[in-house]
C-alpha cells in the first residue's frame, strides 16, 4: 500500500479564498482524522471519522472549517474563508481501528498551507 | 483526562553517543503509548508503541523505550546516535481514539 496520501503539498493561497485538502486512507482502515500543526499548538485533533461518520469534531477552530469523508477511501477538509492565522501543515492519518488503543495511526505527508 | 509532558524541547548529542528523551504522561486508564519521529518537511512515522505486553519496547532504527508505571514514564533511548537521527520526536498516549502528543523534542546530532 502507498500509503496515507494527501494533495497538494503544498498550498499558498490568498485570504478570503476557499482551501481544500484532500486524503486517501490506507485501504481497509475504518478511522480517519485530521490533524493541525503549528509551532504555537503543536498537533492538534480537528475531526475524527469512523466508518465514514463524524465521531468527534470538536477539534475544529470554527465554523469556516469542514470535513467529509463521502466513502472509505476519500476524504476532504475545506477552510473557506481561509485566514492567513490558518497557516499551517494539516496532516491526515489512518487506523484499522475504531478504538486505536493498541493501534497506530499511519500520516500523510502533510500539506502545508500559506494563506497570504 | 490524558496528556503528555516532554521534558526536553532540544537535546544536542554528538554521534556515537547515547540518546535519551524524556516523557512523562498522565491518563485515567491503562495507556497505550507511542514515540513518533518527524524529519523535517515529512509525516510522522511510528518508532515504537507500547501497549501492555512488554515493558520494554524495541523500536525501528536502534531506539527503545521503556515503560514504568510507578513512574509514569515512557523514556526513549537509543545506545549511539546517528546523523540521521536528527529529527523531532513526539511521544503520544491514546485512550479509545484519541491521541495526545506532547510539544517534541528536538534532536540534533554533531559530528
Known amino acids: 500500500d502507498a500509503g496515507v496520501i494527501q494533495s497538494p503539498r503544498h498550498e499558498v493561497t490568498e485570504m478570503g479564498q476557499e482551501v481544500t485538502l484532500r486524503c486517501k486512507p490506507i485501504?481497509?482502515?475504518?478511522?480517519l482524522f485530521w490533524y493541525r500543526q503549528t509551532m504555537m499548538r503543536g498537533l492538534e485533533l480537528l475531526i475524527y471519522?469512523?466508518?465514514?461518520?463524524?465521531?468527534?469534531d470538536s477539534g475544529m477552530p470554527e465554523d469556516r472549517f469542514s470535513a467529509k469523508m463521502p466513502n472509505a477511501s476519500f476524504s476532504t477538509l475545506k477552510i473557506q474563508p481561509s485566514e492567513p492565522r490558518d497557516s499551517a501543515v494539516y496532516f491526515c492519518?489512518?487506523?484499522?481501528?475504531?478504538?486505536?488503543?493498541?493501534?497506530?495511526?499511519?500520516f500523510g505527508q502533510g500539506t502545508r498551507l500559506t494563506v497570504v | 483526562a490524558q496528556s503528555v509532558t516532554q521534558l526536553d524541547s532540544h537535546v544536542s548529542v554528538s554521534e556515537g553517543t547515547p540518546v535519551l528523551l524524556r516523557c512523562n504522561y498522565s491518563?485515567?486508564?491503562?495507556?497505550?503509548l507511542f514515540w513518533y519521529v518527524q524529519h523535517p518537511n515529512k509525516g510522522l512515522q511510528l518508532l515504537l508503541k507500547?501497549?501492555?505486553?512488554?515493558?520494554l519496547v524495541k523500536g525501528i532504527n536502534g531506539f527503545e523505550a521503556e515503560f514504568k508505571k510507578s513512574e509514569t514514564s515512557f523514556h526513549l533511548t537509543k545506545p549511539s546516535a546517528h546523523m540521521s537521527d536528527a529529527a523531532e520526536y513526539f511521544c503520544v498516549v491514546s485512550n479509545d481514539y484519541k491521541l495526545s502528543f506532547g510539544a517534541g523534542t528536538t534532536v540534533t546530532v554533531r559530528a
Open positions: 485501504s481497509g482502515h475504518n478511522s
Open positions: 471519522f469512523n466508518n465514514n461518520v463524524p465521531i468527534d
Open positions: 492519518a489512518s487506523s484499522d481501528d475504531s478504538a486505536i488503543q493498541n493501534t497506530e495511526a499511519f
Open positions: 491518563s485515567s486508564y491503562s495507556p497505550s
Open positions: 507500547y501497549t501492555s505486553a512488554a515493558t
